[in-house]
């Protein structure tokens, strides 16, 4: 089975802070991916990674950045935590066209 | 339009009933096609990918039309264990990576 998993369910940080959200894949899967899951907007693409140090932005990257220094990692960054980036994070695989999500980390910023 | 479009429910059904979701989708180059189910407070798990014959795994089949761009997911004898939000998920046209994720129908089985 595929296994994805994430640094944190929760987080609370403040806002202007620097925060970092991790994802780590057991199956050598080249692409992978950041949403944003918020309640009537459904999940919405931030960056995805299909290689080691490759990097595309997604629907809305503005205010984040990622970083794939490593196959089996992939790093979502926020450089200055701002409260309308509360929200679940989720991280994804690809294999093939199927994606397997992480348990999502569930962050608000105060 | 956008370019995956979902009843966003709540649908509320007894046990034991069948149950069936439509999603259109606007892109017509569209290749894969994917239900997914997510419980409340969790991540999307994959349900069933969308074959063009249509495709049953026990008491869920999905079907495909592409002449009216549309695919659905039926379920008999609903269970209490089948409330979740049902997820409709395209791959973007060009670029196999991406996918465009609806944004859910809601199920709520009753007893």
């Known amino acids: 089975d595929v296994k994805v998993t994430q640094s944190s369910r929760y987080l609370v940080k403040r806002t202007g802070e620097k925060v970092f959200l991790e994802c780590v894949q057991d199956m050598d899967h080249e692409n992978m991916f950041w949403y944003r899951q918020d309640p009537g907007l459904g999940l919405r693409l931030i960056y995805f990674s299909y290689d080691v140090k490759m990097k595309e932005k997604g629907d809305i990257p503005e205010g984040y950045s990622v970083s794939r220094e490593k196959k089996e990692r992939f790093s979502l960054i926020l450089e200055s935590a701002s409260t309308n980036q509360t929200s679940m994070y989720l991280c994804?695989?690809?294999?093939?066209?199927?994606?397997?999500f992480g348990p999502g980390t569930r962050l608000t910023v105060l | 339009r956008k370019e995956v479009e979902q009843d966003p429910g709540p649908f509320n059904v007894p046990e034991g009933a069948t149950v069936a979701f439509n999603c259109t989708y606007s892109?017509?180059?569209?290749?894969?096609f994917f239900w997914y189910r997510q419980d409340c407070r969790k991540e999307p798990k994959l349900l069933m990918s969308?074959?063009?014959?249509?495709n049953e795994d026990g008491r869920f089949t999905a079907q495909l039309n592409r002449a009216s761009q549309y695919i659905s997911l039926l379920i008999r004898d609903s269970k209490l264990s089948d409330s979740a939000t049902y997820l409709c998920?395209?791959?973007?046209?060009?670029?196999?990576?991406?996918?465009?994720w609806g944004l859910g129908t809601s199920l709520a089985v009753n007893p």
């Open positions: 969308v074959y063009s014959s249509g």
């Open positions: 892109n017509s180059a569209s290749q894969s």
């Open positions: 994804a695989i690809q294999n093939y066209n199927e994606q397997f």
């Open positions: 998920v395209v791959n973007g046209a060009g670029n196999n990576r991406k996918l465009i």
